[in-house]
């Protein structure tokens, strides 16, 4: 009896073993982007990884961890209720038992502030600000008549980078992690006309040289840089849009940042199919969807067949789906056990339903001929 029962295991260890390296050939990237923690939340979020992320074969995760960590290096940049190293160690021991690769992220050049107040980069560094000339207060919602959503940093102020060079060497080391994901989406502040250094400046070589820059200090350390790619489409030309993609020329940095960057092309409304523009120009990119489930499986369709139908010059640019929740960890975890509503009222959608519906879709991959 012990004998077939040992037989039955390494059958069944060959099944699990096989299917792995389908999904891995399919999808190299399967994964999840979602705030990190606050230490009162650690031990549920542990359990949120072993229970629903581990089973499901994720095997990425972007920890949006910004200023929630207890730097070293630059402790007047920490935030209330920072996660410390040994918390942070507790998340890398779940996710290696897992399977899962971590990537911290913290929002380099654009998202440094909200409309009320600015965050804690600019807030320490308030000479960093691309637009000092521009108020934030609490009564500011957006639209305005002034176009401000959030914040940039300057990309050529002299002393920036020595403070977030920092910030990034850190947050890597303490996570173990081999890419850095630096955010860098929605940069509507650049090449301001009233900054004494950047006016009058080609705004996508500003951005081109923010990304380069950010990339090569990685380089020297063998990491990678992980980046939202939207700054990198034409907004205008493709009828995309000032969100999704750039309406201030930016989107001209695509032909002039190393091809080595990873892009997180991500999607909310519509499977707009750029995947292949940004694997085209070379670049590994991976698509990210939020809300909806229907655009989300054509998003995830549309990922295996650009890949199954490549040359092979191109196929491993396409390397998998990266779904995005935009909310708390803990309320992430409230909304996907159904303790909180996950229906977006303002935008539509649900992102648990559209988590779940990606994951059965990809599932269903591993017993596909």
Not at 47 to 73: A, C, H, M, Q
Not at 138 to 148: K, R, T
Not at 190 to 216: S, W
Not at 300 to 321: C, H, R
Request: charged share 25%; hydrophobic share 40%.
């Amino acid at each position: 009896m012990k004998k077939i029962l040992d037989l039955l295991f390494f059958i069944l260890i060959a099944f699990n073993s096989q299917s792995q390296n389908k999904l891995d050939e399919i999808l190299p990237v399967r994964g999840l982007c979602m705030s990190a923690p606050s230490p009162e939340g650690l031990d549920q979020f542990i359990d949120f990884i072993n229970d629903e992320l581990v089973p499901r074969k994720l095997n990425t995760l972007v920890l949006r961890i910004g200023y929630n960590y207890e730097y070293k290096s630059h402790p007047e940049l920490v935030s209330d209720r920072a996660l410390s190293k040994k918390e942070i160690k507790r998340i890398v021991k779940t996710c290696k038992e897992g399977g899962i690769k971590i990537i911290p992220q913290v929002n380099l050049l654009g998202h440094q502030s909200g409309t009320a107040r600015p965050g804690k980069l600019l807030e320490q560094y308030p000479q960093f600000n691309e637009t000092p000339h521009i108020a934030l207060g609490p009564d500011i919602q957006w639209p305005n008549e002034w176009g401000l959503y959030c914040y940039s940093y300057c990309p050529l102020h002299p002393e920036v980078h020595d403070v977030v060079f920092d910030i990034m060497d850190e947050i890597v080391e303490v996570f173990e992690a081999d890419a850095f994901h630096a955010g860098m989406d929605e940069v509507f502040y650049l090449g301001d006309d009233k900054c004494p250094r950047c006016q009058g400046k080609d705004k996508a070589e500003l951005f081109a040289g923010e990304v380069t820059a950010i990339r090569n200090h990685l380089a020297h350390n063998n990491k990678a840089l992980w980046i939202w790619g939207d700054r990198l489409i034409d907004g205008k030309t493709t009828g995309i849009g000032l969100w999704e993609a750039s309406y201030n020329n930016t989107h001209r940095a695509i032909d002039m940042i190393p091809k080595d960057v990873v892009i997180n092309d991500w999607h909310y409304e519509r499977p707009d199919p750029t995947a292949a523009y940004f694997a085209l120009k070379g670049f590994k990119v991976i698509t990210c969807p939020w809300r909806f489930p229907e655009v989300t499986v054509k998003q995830l369709q549309m990922m295996v067949d650009f890949k199954a139908g490549a040359t092979e010059a191109v196929k491993d640019n396409y390397q998998g789906m990266l779904h995005t929740v935009w909310t708390s960890a803990e309320n992430t975890i409230d909304e996907f056990y159904g303790r909180k509503d996950a229906n977006n009222e303002r935008r539509g959608g649900n992102w648990v339903e559209a988590f779940k519906a990606m994951f059965d879709e990809i599932e269903k991959l591993e017993t596909t001929d």
